[in-house]
């Protein structure tokens, strides 16, 4: 078989489901291949920024790599914003980049550039097809590094070895799970936290995230009276009766001191020491107060629910009963429209297991706030700050989860990168609604020019945070993407527009003006 | 002044004109600025993509270095594609990417990534502020680096070098001309062209393509009886009477091979060896027929039309009288629109001293087919593969130029990577008609499976390669992004909708159904 069949053919042998496409002629023997290939599914989207963006919903709703395929260093290039937010989500997929005929890359043709110096940055292991033989080898080796890192891989494949007769099907190997964290440690911990003394806060991220890790913190905390913290925009977070709610890390650092402020110690379970998303004169990058002992129960490579676990066991925790607290009230939106609006609108009309993409920017808090009054749910967010995740994470992981209903949390500036994304949603027939908090303005860079004291913005400063002028329509532009529409303007129009959209299958689009 | 205020004094000082920009928070003290500066014009793009392409459009008509504001390693990420065409193009231009504060780089923030890989494969020239007091000069050194080079380059900006105060505006450095090339070549090549032995032909590229050049060119051919080809995808190609039509070399290997043939020398001047856009088995990477010397008159960095000037002087054809060639025949087109038919009502309808964009991809060879017939003008073409740069590069050149009026020969496929620039065009009312080639196909890549023998693609060939279910609707994406449009289906609608578009100010979009 040709090379480009046996690199498929492993990869539906390695359970891949679906591949994430933007071709182009570099990538023909691939496209081809899908003929003759069964078992995986092509998902075709009209940039790359999509492509890696749904690559990065799928797996981290399947926890199972998920492919991509891209046109040389300037298709990855498209792609690379979102790679960037995959790689700090720890999301596993392999980005295969077709690349010039091994025999024609020393020509510099015009679509030549350096791969390697641009996919490096954001992938976890890079390497190059060296022939139709091994090309499927190869693969399986992206495979088992995009596994066990849990960052993505990338493997440029030249056209000739896709082309060419020879190719073998390969085995992709078992990777071992997570190291289990260490136990003196563990054990150091848990006299610590039974001390008595002071007042532990438990920093959950990544691994730790999963219900079972987040129960057994619970339980930790409610034990040695302490508290259970989120860590700031997480990969995956899911809220449903049985898992307890978390305090999530705020986005400013003196908001971080502050919700950290007359804590003793802070326990890191596979999360990092809080860091400050920008750096801020004056305020520390690593937002902990002073007198707070920092100590990691598991990294972000270890096994972090395992690590809960026996810590439970060592501090007596157990057996202990879950706090079951009260859900938080969520008023009827009523008049014109707010990000606290617009998040309980959602709320109140979420259906069962939905998941919700986050990507509201300067209106996303207020989602989280209160969304442990909502059914159950999982949420993803924006792990790495470049903007343009939310649309295509939430056709990813539609794609995933065909019997899950999708709602995009999505701020209009961040949406202006990606909405090419509507069009795969309309043509997969994705159960998609996506609701953009129109405030025609960049307005997390407005709240950052009155952080910096300039409270009324010159002409410029003010013509370059704004996104009036024109506005956006988002209801003709989804209709440019074959997404039917609806803008609401007044709670009661946009309890409505969600109604009517869960009710429906397919894709639909909400603009919520504020 | 505050690093960020001298940096901006100095690019005013220097002569640049615009930033194209989408910034970030580590760029408000940027923003800022631009209160503070006078004479720097800002435009704000939705996407990077568009902030890239528009430098390169504005540079490539100016001639002069163009600057852009970018946020971060993924914020330039986003504008890596059409700095691969810009730095095929040899586009002059500074890509100013903020940066995180330099005590808080080592803290490995969310945004935070290796923007020198990034940029390396797109860049002649890539630095970092060192402090408030030298950002000037640094920015200085970037300017002088572009001129000279002709290439990109990037500086990276710590948001506390830009905030602090400090800072002096530097002097640009005067940049050399390009060297002139080598006496004893022009004359070993008068030598041979005027020896009455073979036929020669010229190959002229980048710089050998302005005016004069292309004159000296094709006084030469007259004399010594050649003839002129002008480069695939040249960055800009003007056309007028009194400049000599060229013919173009073509997409496709065996097309160049059969172009050429017949030749005995072939001269490059400011242009490379033809090389074959894509690699394909049993042709060559650089199609010149065997028999065929090859001498190089001038490189792309040396003084083209110098060259071709004295190659003139000592072949004896100075005072040659240029050949006054019948322009082509353009019929009306009527009846269903063929890439033929687009390109007629484009010619037909032509004002004076248009700038064209093509991107048309597999429609766009129809304009430079019949381009002799339409009034004086300029052509963008997309000089490195990466798509997408048809709508930006009109953004760019039509505020470089905002006398003439822009039209945008467009393919539907790339037309989705950038479609984002509309609404830059609507916000600055750019006198800009975006003509789209709507063929709801990936037509190259349609293409490309018939020359690889798969005239009957097989269902998911076909479905990678559709951008029919739905067809994006044209119009009214235009109209999300404040762009008025209509749709034609024949050649009378798309004349009729063209004639109206250039009467209006202001941007429009045409969608000519294929």
């Given at each position: 078989m040709k090379g480009s069949e046996s690199l498929l053919a492993t990869a539906v042998a390695a359970g891949v489901q679906v591949c994430f496409a933007n071709p182009g002629t570099t990538e023909i023997p691939l496209v081809e291949a899908f003929d003759q290939v069964a078992g995986l599914r092509a998902v075709l989207a009209l940039s790359e920024g999509v492509v890696t963006g749904a690559a990065d919903g799928h797996a981290r709703m399947t926890g199972a790599p998920a492919m991509t395929l891209l046109h040389l260093g300037p298709g990855f290039a498209n792609g690379i914003a979102n790679l960037h937010n995959a790689r700090r989500a720890r999301t596993p997929m392999i980005n295969l980049i077709g690349e010039h005929a091994s025999w024609h890359q020393s020509a510099d043709a015009p679509l030549t550039s350096d791969i390697e110096s641009l996919a490096g940055p954001v992938s976890g292991w890079v390497s190059r097809t060296t022939s139709a033989a091994t090309a499927a080898a190869e693969f399986a080796e992206a495979h088992r590094a995009t596994r066990q890192q849990r960052l993505p891989a990338a493997l440029i494949a030249a056209a000739d070895h896709m082309w060419a007769e020879g190719g073998e099907p390969a085995e992709v190997a078992a990777v071992p799970g997570p190291p289990a964290a260490d136990d003196q440690q563990i054990a150091a911990i848990a006299k610590l936290l039974t001390s008595g003394r002071g007042r532990p806060a438990l920093l959950l991220g990544g691994r730790a995230l999963a219900p079972d890790g987040v129960r057994a913190a619970a339980r930790i905390a409610a034990t040695v009276g302490g508290e259970v913290f989120a860590e700031r925009s997480p990969a995956r977070i899911d809220r449903a009766p049985g898992i307890p709610p978390m305090r999530p890390i705020p986005y400013f650092p003196e908001d971080v001191l502050r919700v950290l402020d007359g804590f003793s110690h802070l326990v890191l379970v596979g999360a990092r020491t809080p860091v400050s998303f920008f750096g801020y004169e004056g305020l520390p990058s690593f937002p902990v107060p002073d007198g707070i002992a920092v100590h990691t129960l598991?990294?972000?490579?270890?096994?972090a629910v395992e690590a809960l676990r026996a810590l439970a066991e060592a501090t007596g925790s157990a057996a202990t009963e879950l706090p079951v607290p009260e859900p938080p009230e969520v008023a009827v939106p009523d008049g014109a429209l707010s990000a606290a609006g617009i998040a309980a609108a959602i709320v109140r009309t979420q259906p069962e297991n939905a998941i919700v993409v986050n990507e509201g920017v300067s209106s996303g808090a207020a989602f989280p706030a209160i969304a442990a009054a909502a059914p159950p749910h999982s949420e993803l967010t924006n792990t790495g700050g470049a903007i343009g995740m939310g649309m295509p994470v939430a056709t990813g992981a539609a794609i995933a989860c065909p019997d899950r209903p999708v709602i995009n949390f999505q701020a209009d500036g961040s949406a202006a990168y990606t909405l090419q994304a509507l069009w795969t949603q309309a043509r997969e027939q994705l159960d998609v609604t996506t609701v953009i908090c129109a405030n025609a303005s960049y307005g997390i860079l407005r709240a950052e020019l009155r952080r910096a004291g300039i409270d009324r913005p010159g002409p410029a400063a003010a013509d370059m945070t704004?996104?009036?002028?024109?506005?956006?329509?988002w209801t003709a532009a989804a209709k440019g993407f074959g997404v039917p529409a609806t803008r609401a303007t007044t709670g009661a129009e946009l309890l409505e527009a969600l109604r009517r959209a869960h009710a429906e299958p397919g894709p639909h689009l909400v603009e919520a003006v504020l």
């Open positions: 598991a990294d972000v490579e270890q096994d704004s996104l009036a002028e024109p506005t956006v329509d």
